[in-house]
C-alpha cells in the first residue's frame, strides 16, 4: 500500500498505493509507518518524497473505515515521525490533498504541487474536523483567518491560491514527483527547524476575539445545530492560545465529541449515498457500468420560461451547442436576453468567459431537425406537450432523443405520442435549473438503457446529482412532499401557527419551514394542480362533506388563502406578508390568523396546544412514510436516492442524512410507533398509516439503512 523506490541514488520514493484515491487506509497507514522507518534508517537516503499512484496524492483518511473499530497504527504519532527526521521530506501533489492527504503534507518539511491539484480540509462536510494535526498545523502556517475560513468550511483550493496562501511551497505544470525530488536533493543540507510546523508560533491576530465570535455567529445563523464547524472553531482557538503539545490533545478531544455523533454518521453516509446514486440498475439488468451512454454534441431546449431558460444555460455552459426554440416573437426575445444575461453572469462568477456563439434561438420547430437531444421545458401542462411531442416526432431524425422536463406528468403517456417512445425519458430539473443540483430522470416502462444512460450522463456533465427513477404521479420528490406538507395544513386547523410550523422546521434544520417555501415557490401553482385534480373549484361536487374529498380528510385553508389573491412573496402575501411584491421577508400575517380562526370556528374546532415534537414527527414521518411506499411500489430503487433527492432538491438538512436515514436514526420500532398513534387519532388520513415495508423491516429487527435493499429487493421495480 506505499512502494518504497531509492531513485538518484539517495532520494527515496514513497508512493501510496490505494486506488482509485489513495486514502489513508489502516494498510496505507502501514505502509507509510514501514517506509519511512527504512528511509530514515537507511545512510544511503539523504532526503524522501511522498507522492501518490495515479496522479493522486491522497484523498484523506479511508472513510469507509469510520464506520468499524479503529485499526492499524494512528496517524499523529507516525506522522510526528516523518516531521522530526533529520532527513528532508517532500510532498509531491498531484490531482488531490484532502483532509488526512493535506495533513499528510503538512508533516512534511516541504510541499510541491502540480498546477491542476485541489487541496484542502473537507472533514468538517463529514461530521468531523482535522484531527491529524490540521487544525494546529494549517494556522501556524497560513495564520488564524485563512485556516479558520477554509477548516470550518471545507473548501478546496486551487495549487494557485494554495501558493498564494502560503500551504505549498512551489507550483510546477511539470511532473511533480520529478520537480519534488530535485527540490529534496537541493533541501538535503538546509536547516529544517523552521520547517518543521509544530514548532512554530501561530501568528495571531489582535482581534482574535471578535474575529472568533463573528465566525460563530456566522456558523450558528447559516448551519444551524450543526456541530461540526463549531468545533473546529474551538479546535483553532487553541491553535492561537496553547502550545501545540496541547493544542493536539484539545484537537484530539474535540475529534472524540464528533467522530461518533449521529450528525457525522449522517454526513458521511450522504458523503456515500451521492455517490451510490449515479450508479442506476434497471429492472432487465443493464445497468450503470455496462450501457454506453451516446454523445451528445447538440441539444434543443422548447419553451424558454424560467425552467427552460436554466436548462439552456446548463447545456451551454458545458460547452453544448443549444437551439432555444418559443412560440413567438416577444417570448423569445425576452428568453434570449435573460439566456444571455445568466450565462453572462455565470462565466463571470466562474472567471471564464460566456460562450454565447453555443446559442441559437428560433421559432421554428424545423430547425431542431439535426440535434442530438431535445428537452422539452413548455408549461405543466399535458395537452400542450403532447401537441408538442407529436410534431417533434415528425421533424426531428429518427435517432434524436426526446427528454420532457416535468415535475410530475406521466413520461409514458407523452412517450405514447411519439414515433419512438423507447427514445423517451424524462428529466425533472429544479428551479432555477442552472443552480439546483438535483436532476430526477425519470425512467418510463418503455425507456431504453440507451436513454438512461445517456440522460444519466448528460445530468453529470451538467454538473448535476442524477437519480435514476420511476414513473408515477410526481416521481419521488414532489409525490413525498403531499403528505408532508398536508401534514403541515392539518396542523393549522388542529392548533398551530405557520410560523410555529415553519420555526420547528427550520430549528430540525431545514433552510425554509414549508410555509415560507410555499410562499416562495408560489402558491398558485398547486391550487391549479389542485383545481386539475378535482380537489378544489366548481368540479367539486356540493353534496361532498366539508374537509373531505375523494374519500380521505381536505383542509382547504391553502385554497382558501390563494382565493383572496396571495400567491406568495410574489404578491407579497400568502401564508406571511412582505413588505412589496417580490419583498423577501416574511412577517407573520394577523390576517392568515383571522381566516384560520375564523375557519376553526366555522366548523367548531377546539385549537390545541401542539408541540414542537409533534409537528416534526408528523411531518417528517410522514415524509419518510411515503418514502417507504416508494420503495414498496420500485419507483425508487433505494433509500440512498430518495434521500439525495431530498438533500439537493428540497433542503433537507443534511446533517440528518436525509428523510430516510433520518428515520433510521429516530429507530425504525420508533417511527412506527408513532405513525401508528397518529394514525389512530386521523384515521381518515392514510398518509399516517405505516407502510408495508416499515412494518416489515422493524419485523427483521430494523435493518441499517444500507441494507434495506435486501428487503426491497423482491419486490416490482418500474425502473
Ligand atoms: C483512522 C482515523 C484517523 C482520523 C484522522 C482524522 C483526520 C482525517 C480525516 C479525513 O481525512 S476524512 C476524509 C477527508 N477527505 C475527503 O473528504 C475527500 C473525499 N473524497 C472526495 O472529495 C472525492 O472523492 C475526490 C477525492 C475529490 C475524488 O473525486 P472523484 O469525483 O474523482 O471521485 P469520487 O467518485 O468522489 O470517488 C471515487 C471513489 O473513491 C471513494 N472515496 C473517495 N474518497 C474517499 C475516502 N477519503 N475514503 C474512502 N473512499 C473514498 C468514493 O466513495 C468513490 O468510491 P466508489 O463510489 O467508486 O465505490
Redesign the pocket.
Known sequence: MARYELVKRSVALITLTNP??N????AV?HGIAKTMERALSDPKVTAVVICGENG?FC????????AGP?R?P???PLLDSIEAGEKPVVAAIE??A??????LALFCHYRIAHFKA?L????V??G?????G?TQRLPRLIGIPAALELITT?R?VSAQEALKLGIVDQVTEQNACEVAVEFALRAVAKPLSSRRLSSLTTPCPPNLDALLEAVTMQIQKKARGVMAPLACVQAVRAAATMPYSQGIKRESEL?ATL?NSGQARALQYC??A???A??WTLPSGAQWNDIKPREIRSAAVIGLGTMGRGIAVSLARVGIPVIAVESDKKLLETGRQMVIGMLERDAKRRGVSASHNLLKFTLGLQDLKDVDLVIEAVFEDMALKKSVFRELSKVCRPATLFCTNTSGLDVDALAGVTDRPQLVIGMHFFSPAHVMKLLEVVCGPRSSSEIVATAMSLGKRMGKVSVAVGNCPGFVGNRMLKPYSDQATFLLEEGATPEQIDKALEDFGFAMGVFRMSDLAGLDVGWRVRKESGLTGPDVDPKNPPRRRQGRKYCPIPDMVCEQGRFGQKTGRGWYMYDKPGGTKAKPDPLIQNLIEMYRNRYGIQPRNITDQEIIERCLFALANEGFRILEDGIAARPEDIDVIYLFGYGFPRHRGGPMFYASMVGLQRVLERLEHYHQAHPDVPHLEPSPLLKKLVACGSPPVQKWREHIKTMHSHL
Open positions: 482509485p484515491v486514502a489513508l487506509s489502516s497507514r493522486r484523498g484523506g483518511a479511508d472513510i469507509r473505515e469510520f479503529l492499524g494512528p496517524l499523529v490531482g488531490v484532502l483532509g488526512g492527504g493535506l495533513e485541489r484542502g480540509l473537507p472533514e462536510t463529514l468531523i474536523l482535522p484531527a491529524a490540521g471545507g478546496h475529534m467522530f458523503f456515500f451521492e455517490r451510490t449515479g450508479k
